[in-house]
Structure formats: C-alpha cells, structure tokens
C-alpha cells in the first residue's frame, strides 16, 4: 500500500489542532507557534500533493479507498483531480497567513478562569476548519464528503461568534449580541441547507446503493443505473440548495455579510476565502458529476441567480458604510462570477471559474487582511472614520490598494485572466448574460475606488494621524499574496495547467462540447 | 354470547386437570431478567435486615453486581446464538429469545448501569449535619417542609429504597421488549411503571414539584394502562388467545381450528382495529409520542434529575422494543391499517415536539421536549416495516440513551443555592466558567442535532435511509426539516453557554465524585464512537434485526 498522503495532509491540521488546543493556559505563546508551524507542515504535505500530481494522468490521483460503513455503502474514498489539488494547494497556503494575521486576535481580555484558553482555542478551530476543508476538497465518496461539510460548521461556528474584533462603537455587551445574533444565522442557514441535502443523500442511497462518486458515475454512464428524470431533479435540486447556500449565491447570501462583518478579519477571509470555496467546489464535483442531466435542466435559472447574485452583491457594496460588508458584498458578486462560469458549461467558463476560486482566496486575502490591520489600529469598520490614511502609512496603503485592484480584477493582477475567462465562456453560449455580467466589472472598480479614496486619501483624520504602519508580522502576511497575484496575473500557466485537464473531464461528465460558431453557420 | 358458546365454555374448563403439566422453563435464556429480578428481592431484603449506615454501600454493591452480571447473561445468550439461529419462544410462549430482545436487554442493562451511577452519586448536594447525601428525598413519607422531614434529614437518613426500585423498573424493561403475549406485556409493563411513579415522587429538592410530577404520571400512567388492558381484552375476543403468533396467525386468516366459545366475535375488524389501536395508544404512551406526550415535559422536569436520565432512555428503548414487536411480529398483517395512522403519529411528533420546544426556558423541559422529537425520528424508523428498519431503530436507542443519560448527568452537575439549576438563564457563560463542562454537554447537544460524527447522526442516518427504503420520503423530508428546526434550540444553548456573559450570581459547577465521571464519560464515548465507527454496532443492529414468530 502506498503512503496515504492525502489522509495524512489532512490529519495534520486535525492533530495539530488537539495538540493546540491541549498546550496549558499560560503558554499562550506556544499555542500559536505550535499552530504555525502545523500549517507551514500542512503546506509543505499540499505541496508535494501538487508536485506528486500529473496533470496528464488518471483522473482522480493519490487515491486511497478503505471499508467504513458498509451498512451506509459508505467507504472512506479520496482523490484529487485538478480542482481538487487546486483548492487544497490554496487551502493550505491561506492558513499559515491567516494564522500570522491572527496572532494577537484571540488574547484574552482580562483573565477569566483558571480554564479559561481562548488563544488555544481560537487556534485550534482554525486548524479544525483546514482539517475538514481539506477533507472535503479530497472526499470522492459523496457521504464522506457531507460528513465534513457539515461537521466544518461547528468549529467556524465558534470562530464567529467567540472571537470579534477588539474595539466596538457600541462596547462589549452588543457586540457580544451581534457576534452570536451572526454566528447563529451563519449556522442555521448551513445547517439548513445541510439537512436539505441530507435528505438528497439519503435518496441518492436509495437509488444508487452507494455513495462512490466514480462507481455512480461509471454505473450512470453504462447504463445499469437509471435514474428518472424527476428523481435527478430533486436529487439534484438538494445538493445544490446547500451548495448555494454556502457559495452563497443570491437570494440565499444573506448570512454572509453579517458573518464577516462581526468576525475578525481572519476569520473573515477563512469564511469566504477557504470554506465558501467549497460551495462553489462541490457544484463542480457533485452536481455536475452525479446529475449532468439536471444540471443542464437548472442551468437557465441558476445562470440568471448568478448573474442576479453578481449585480446585486456589486450594487450593495457600492453603498456599504463598513468596510468588511462592503468586502463581504463584493464577495457575494465574485462568487455569482464563479457560479457562473461553472454553469455556462464551457470549458473556457469553468476553467476561469476553477481558476478564480484560486485567485479570488488570494485577492480577497490579501484585502481583506489588510483591511482588518486597518480596523486593529484605529478600533473601528466604518469608512467615515477615516481619511488620508496613505500619508501617515503609506505602506499598509499601497497593499491595501493593490489588494483592492486585485478584487475589481485589473489586468496583470491574476483575477484578472480568470474573470475574463469566466466571461468569455459564458458569452460563447449565452451572449446576453455575458454582456450583462460586465457590468459588475465597472461596479467592482466603483466600490474599490471610492472605498480607496475615502478611506487612504484627502486629509488626514486626527484620530488616524497616530496611525503605525505595517508591522514586520504583517508586511510578512501580505507580501507573500501580493507577490503571488502578480506573478499569476502575468503568469497563470501552472494553474490552468493543472485545472485544464480536469476541467475537460467534467464537460466530458456533462455531455457538454464547446460551442463552434463556425459548425453552426455552416449549418 | 350464545347459550351454546357458554357452554362450551364450561366443558373446555372442565377438562381434566391432570392434563396440565407442569410448564417447561427455559431458566438459562431467562436470567437476566431473572437475576435482575431476583438482585430486586435482595434489594429488598437489605432495606430490612442490613444496619442503615451500610444500606448504602450494599445496594450500590447488589445493583451494579446483578447489572453487570446480567449483562453478561445476555452476551452469553447472544454469543451462543439465541439472537440470530437458535432464536425461539420460551416459557410457554410468553418470551421471546430473539435478536431483538437481546440487543434491546443488552442496552436497557448498559444504560441501567450507568445510570445507577448517577443515582448513586453522593458529591453534589452539601453534606446535611454531617451526613452525604443524593439527590433523593431524606424520608419519603415525610411530609414536605414537616418536622418530620426536617427530624429525617438531620438524621441524616437516605432513600436507598431507590435501588431495588431501579432494579424492579429494569426488570419489567427486560421483559417488555420481549413479551410474546398480550398479558406478559401488560404485566410487564405495570412492573417497570410502579417503580417509576415511585422514584419520580422522590426528589430530595422541590418536593412538591416532584409529587406532582409523580402523581402526574402516575394518572396518566395509569389511563394509557387501563386503554392497553382494554385493547388486550379486545384483541383477545377478536383472536381467542393472547399470545402474539395466534394473534397474527387470525389476521393473516392462516388460522386453523376457532374456539367454538369466541365463534362469534373471532375474526371481526372492529375488535382488531380498536383493540390494536388501544394497546398502540399505550405503548405510544411510554414513548412521549404526540398526542399522548403530555406527561413528559412535566414529569422530566419534576422527578430526580438521576432518574429521568434513566427514565428517558431506559423506557424509550423498551417500549419501542415493544412496539416494534408488536407492530411487526402481530399486525405486520395489516400494515395498510397501521401505517398511515403511524405516519401521522410520527408527522406531528417530529414537527410537535422540535417546535414546542423552541420556546422553552428550562433546560430539563427543553430535552424533555427534544426527547418527544427524538420519537418522532425513531417511529419514521419504525414505520419502514423492513429489517432494516428494525436494525435502525435499534442503533438509534442505543446511541440516543447514553446521549440522554450522560446530558441529564451534567444537569445535575449545575448548581446553585437552590439545588440544579435549570432555568436556562443561569447557564450563561457557562463555557466561560467550566470549559469542560460546557464543552461535554456541547458534545452531547451535537448529538441530539444529528451533526456528523456523533452518534446522533449515524441514527439520524439509519433511521431515515430506512424510511426512504420503505417508500415514506416525505416522512423523511419532514424529519430534515424538524430537525433543522431542532438545530435551532440545541444550538441556543450552545449560544447561551459559550458566547453570553456570565452572570455574577451564576450557578456554580459541582465537582463529582468518580460516578458520574464514569457515566458522562461513558456517554461521550458512546457518542463519539458511534459517530465515528458505527460499523461494528451497526452489523450487530443488523444481525439482531430479526424477530422470532
């Protein structure tokens, strides 16, 4: 048997994250080396999980597959393809930056009892979430991928509503309300749209008799499974609620604003930068995978929810007073982008979709970090609070600034090549859409700029005349991300590289051939 | 009645008597119950005859032997194939030795066992004059706020009646499950009630609260005992015999051979639909099924912490053993009548419960209200009418009772003056004060919510992949949606203990004694274990998923 990378990529971070959460209270310190250092392992475990890829090869690879539940038909079955590696190479790299990020966050207060380890918690949920993120990104057995997306909920949910940010207008005691008032939304709509799509599990069981993503597909390909057109519907209709859900796609996105407005930035950018990611994921993997059919039947509606979701989110961030909404719209819009690409069913579409969810981590990082170094020194999310931030730190401004062209996608930043891509494939098929979604573009550089303007430029605020600049921990956070979406803004071959083959592989699942206009004018 | 049915009547009893052997007794596949049973009469006898300062120590030492014993009788019995290949009928066709009943047994004594910790432990309540005490009334028959009562407790007296009681209400358990006739169910099901309406009245704090809970239940008790019975005597004039084969034998209409006495009424629908439904309605009862869960809210909140723990998981496990049987050993014949009556049942349960609790603020009415839904959950098992529905119902009780347990075991861990503190309020920034403690009851909250990885979902799972099996997928899109709604008050407090401010007067947490260490331990680990390797429960569910006819 050969060495069980992937299980071992994910059970790090989950030892490491009773390891952390086992160091005793007084050693507050050591908690957060420790939870570094697991990280910075986990990385170097992603990584060889990338090197050890072929792109050219099988299509799930480094495979391991064990008995688990056999009553269930469940096994313990991983696999990565493209997207898969993709996702868990970003999973792993965002970590240890957000890690760094939230070096101070979770010091407690004023020490309660002697039991009391916020630190050690505050680190070992984050290192819980990576454990299972991971897991989902390289579950290829339907059930074993529900049990992480579900089971993710609970640490995010403590990340929430345990840890906000320091200074708050309205003190401790609302914020306190607010930040449980958002961690419950946040998991009542998860656990929601979780049950819904427990309900589809259930009735996949019942016509497939097991959970295998591979044997479903091969037995659906065969023939020997049939599933009636209104079975896969529903089926289908399930699965994509409670990705929806946690994409979050328009109408059902309304629990992510509150959540990254009242988390602290790195559990903000953990949100929406690592778990949303795999919403988006698994309609690539699941609903296209295991129900082409409906997937084809939904698309008209689903692409005019994305292109709703992309608008919407873009309008509202336009009219954000907090900072953090404002990002947290300008995600929503982003990930109607991804949805979108997804769904055109070209291959142009979903490659920029896959390659976006890389990029859009980076780039939604990168500001996002940014922004919550901002909040941390002056004590508050509101744009009116500040003003000619640029002249008294003009570093923390200009990664600011690049963060924020990386989000309204500026050629030679890397989002840029994968919304072009998206809106490439999606204009091949359905022109119209296409042409509409651009407008989120103009929007994206509406909210980013005036946000920039207010906030860095024109005269100085006296309570931000003070204002430190970068930190060594924090130039050491952003730098990194900075340098990686220009390096794949210019460059963005070894992603596509990787993501292509896989790409090829879900059109191929969905039947899906690109369109050629010139075949058809011949017609 | 004809004249000429009386007096057949008449002849058939007047039969010789020295045809009646002496009964054939299988004692070997009887003794757990037996032992138990029997551990009971010691129980007893020490209460009489052992000095009251040593009571203590030899029930505790009498119970946890003859529990652990048992257990291991019926690990025997199951190892030496009753449960699978040598199942069968003994006693003269009173009990049956099957699968089922030995799986059900082997959870009821688990269960017993560590809830008999609990009722054991003597670390939380403040000494009184010198003197430990648990969390049972001093003197029983004192009258609250007496002088008596008050004479009783600086004697420092302790109610160790309650466990020969717990081991009387254990027995009756064993055999409910396990009754293969309409009368030893019924006696079955009044030994393990009595004791339960006792222990229920024998709180050591709000007494009066815990009277009326007792008398509560022992009223309402006593109704759905009186609608079993009725039902028995209807189904015996519908079938001639009380036994379950017979019965199911008539309404398969592969009967041979009519009591000439019962002529007249054998065979007819309106005795068969309104005495099943009158013996149903009973076992429903003990269930805490909608409509008939009135009595759970407040007899969970009345009696001894310690013994609604027990109470909750022990009966539910019975009676669902019994209801199973019933359900699928005598009516499976006419399932088409049962099951749309069955699927209403478990439709409000499920909903019923999950939203009445919604708007609870005492924590022992709140899991009283979640433990209604968990029957709503259970019965869409039930209603799958498949062996994998049998085998599923069996994984969930025996998850769900040591999530039970060990969650009423940390209610009694929260105290302030005034003895537990339920009010939800108090729990604020529990998780603040107590990680651990918090942490351990969120363990247990989880479960309840069916999030994976604990035990709750691999039930949650089983029971609905076996409903959606047997053709009732509405049943389970309702159970999804009754439990997302259930997520809502579980993870409320959740919310309560780990993000809201402590109060200053808040409830402190007493530190136990190894006990009920044991059993939340024991619970977590059930928990955990079953969530994360069901496998080898889920094969022995699975195996013992096969009632003997």
């Keep these: 048997m050969s060495f069980p990378l992937l299980t071992v990529t994910a059970a790090l971070p989950a030892l490491g994250a009773v390891a952390t959460a086992a160091v005793p209270a007084a050693r507050r310190t050591a908690a957060k080396w420790l939870a570094l250092v697991v990280s910075l392992a986990t990385l170097a475990l992603a990584i060889t999980v990338l090197v050890r890829f072929d792109p050219g090869g099988a299509r799930y690879q480094l495979t391991e597959s064990h008995a688990w539940i056999a009553d269930f038909g469940v096994r313990y079955e991983l696999g990565v393809d493209g997207i898969g590696v993709a996702l868990v190479a970003l999973t792993a790299l965002l970590i240890p930056f957000i890690i760094l990020a939230g070096w101070h966050d979770a010091d407690p207060l004023e020490t309660g009892s002697r039991r009391w380890r916020p630190t050690q918690g505050f680190f070992a949920l984050i290192l819980a979430v990576e454990a299972m993120v991971v897991l989902s990104f390289e579950a290829t057995d339907v059930f074993l991928f529900y049990i992480f997306f579900e089971a993710m909920l609970i640490p995010m949910y403590f990340l929430i509503g345990g840890f906000g940010d320091r200074a708050h207008e309205h003190g401790e005691e609302t914020a306190s309300t607010q930040r449980s008032y958002a961690a419950v939304k946040f998991l009542l709509y998860n656990l929601v749209g979780g049950l819904i799509m427990l309900a589809a599990v259930i009735g996949l069981y019942v016509v497939a008799g097991n959970f295998s993503l591979q044997e479903i597909a091969h037995a659906r390909a065969t023939g020997s499974l049939h599933m009636a057109t209104s079975t896969e519907r529903w089926l289908f209709l399930g699965f994509f609620f409670a990705f929806a859900v946690k994409a979050p796609l328009w109408p059902l996105h309304t629990w992510l604003p509150n959540a990254m407005q009242e988390s602290t930035a790195p559990v903000a950018v953990l949100i929406t930068a690592v778990v949303d990611k795999v919403g988006t994921f698994a309609m690539l993997r699941f609903c296209l995978g295991l129900f082409p059919e409906a997937s084809k039947w939904a698309t008209p509606v689903i692409l005019v929810l994305a292109l709703i979701s992309i608008l919407y989110g873009a309008l509202l961030a336009v009219g954000q007073r907090d900072i953090k909404r404002l990002v947290a719209y300008a995600s929503i819009s982003h990930f109607g982008f991804i949805i979108m690409g997804i769904f055109a069913m070209t291959s142009q579409g979903q490659s920029g979709a896959t390659l976006y969810m890389v990029n859009h981590g980076l780039s939604t990082a990168a500001l996002l970090l940014v922004v919550g170094f901002l909040i941390s020194r002056r004590g508050s999310r509101l744009i009116a609070d500040y003003g000619g931030v640029q002249k008294v730190a003009p570093v923390l401004a200009g990664t600011f600034l690049i963060g924020g062209l990386a989000t309204l996608s500026l050629p030679g930043l890397a989002p840029f090549v994968s919304e072009f891509l998206v809106l490439v494939g999606t204009f091949t098929r359905y022109p119209a859409i296409g042409i509409v979604a651009t407008l989120g573009i103009v929007l994206a550089a509406l909210y980013v700029l005036v946000l920039y303007q207010r906030t860095m430029t024109g005269p100085v605020k006296p309570q931000v005349s003070a204002m430190p600049d970068l930190r060594v921990r924090e130039l050491v956070v952003v730098a990194p991300l900075i340098a990686l979406l220009i390096f794949l803004g210019v460059y963005p071959k070894p992603v596509t590289d990787i993501v292509n083959p896989a790409v090829k592989q879900t059109m191929s699942d969905v039947h899906k051939k690109d369109p050629k206009p010139e075949v058809e004018a011949a017609k | 009645m004809s004249t000429a049915a009386v007096h057949s009547l008449w002849t058939n009893a007047a039969d010789p008597i020295a045809k009646i052997g002496a009964p054939k007794i299988e004692y070997g596949q009887l003794s ?152 030893t169910l019924f006696v079955a099901l009044e030994v393990f009630s009595l ?233 604020a920034g529990l998780g603040r004060r107590s990680p651990l403690v918090a942490a351990v009851f969120a363990v247990f909250l989880l479960a309840f919510a069916g999030i994976p990885l604990t035990s709750g979902f691999a039930g949650k799972f089983a029971v609905f992949k076996a409903a959606a099996d047997g053709g009732a997928a509405p049943l389970v899109v309702i159970g999804v949606i009754s439990s997302a709604i259930a997520a809502f008050f579980y993870i409320r407090v959740i919310v309560l203990m780990f993000f809201s401010e402590p109060k200053p007067e808040g409830p402190t947490v007493a530190v136990p004694s190894p006990l009920t260490m044991v059993a939340i331990g024991v619970g977590v680990a059930v928990t955990l274990v079953l969530g994360v390797a069901p496998q080898y429960f889920l094969d022995l569910a699975s195996q013992a998923g096969v009632f003997v006819r």
Excluded at chain 2, 46 to 63: T, W
Excluded at chain 2, 306 to 335: D, I, N
């Design chain 2, 32 to 183: 757990p119950t037996l032992i138990v049973l029997g551990a009971a009469l010691v129980g007893v006898l020490v209460e009489a005859f052992v000095p009251r300062k040593s009571r203590y120590y030899a029930q505790v030492f009498v119970s946890v032997v003859a529990l652990c014993a048992a257990f291991a009788a019926v690990v025997a019995l199951a190892s030496d194939g009753y449960g699978t290949t040598k199942a069968h009928i003994a006693a003269m066709g009173a009990i049956a030795v099957d699968g089922p009943s030995l799986f059900l047994q082997g959870t009821i004594l688990l269960a017993a066992l560590v809830g008999l910790f609990t009722f054991a432990e003597r670390r939380l309540d403040p000494a009184a004059h010198g003197n430990r005490v648990d969390s049972f009334a001093a003197q029983a028959a004192s009258v609250p706020g007496s002088d008596s009562e008050q004479a009783a407790v600086k004697a420092g007296f302790t109610t160790t009646e309650v466990f020969p009681l717990l081991l009387f209400a254990v027995g009756g358990m064993l055999v409910f499950p396990s009754a293969n006739d309409l009368l």
């Design chain 2, 195 to 427: 004791p339960l309406y006792l222990l229920c009245a024998l709180a050591r704090r709000k007494r009066l609260m815990s009277q009326e809970a007792a008398v509560k239940y022992f009223l309402l008790g006593a109704f759905a005992s009186a609608f079993t019975l009725f039902g028995i005597a209807l189904l015996y004039g519908y079938a001639g015999s009380v036994s379950y084969g017979r019965i199911a034998q008539v309404v398969d209409g592969t009967v041979t051979g009519i009591d000439p006495a019962l002529a007249d009424t054998m065979g007819s629908d309106a005795l068969l639909l309104i005495g099943g439904a009158m013996i149903v309605m009973g076992l429903l009862f003990k269930v805490g099924a909608v409509p008939f869960h009135m009595w759970t809210p407040d007899v969970y909140q009345g009696a001894p912490t310690p013994v609604t723990g027990f109470m909750a998981a022990a009966t539910k496990v019975a009676a669902f053993g019994a209801l199973l049987r019933l359900l699928y050993v005598v009516l499976p014949g006419m399932r088409w009548d049962w099951r749309p009556v069955m699927w209403a049942v478990a439709i409000i349960t499920m909903l019923g419960g999950a939203i009445v609790a919604i708007t609870q603020t005492d924590i022992k009415r709140l899991l009283a209200y979640s433990s209604i839904a968990h029957a709503g959950f259970i019965l869409a098992g039930v209603i799958a009418t498949s062996k994998d529905g049998v085998s599923s119902v069996l994984f969930y009780l025996a998850g769900y009772s040591f999530v039970t347990i060990g969650a009423f075991a940390v209610v009694t861990l929260v105290r302030d003056a005034g003895g537990e503190a339920t009010h939800l309020s108090k729990w």
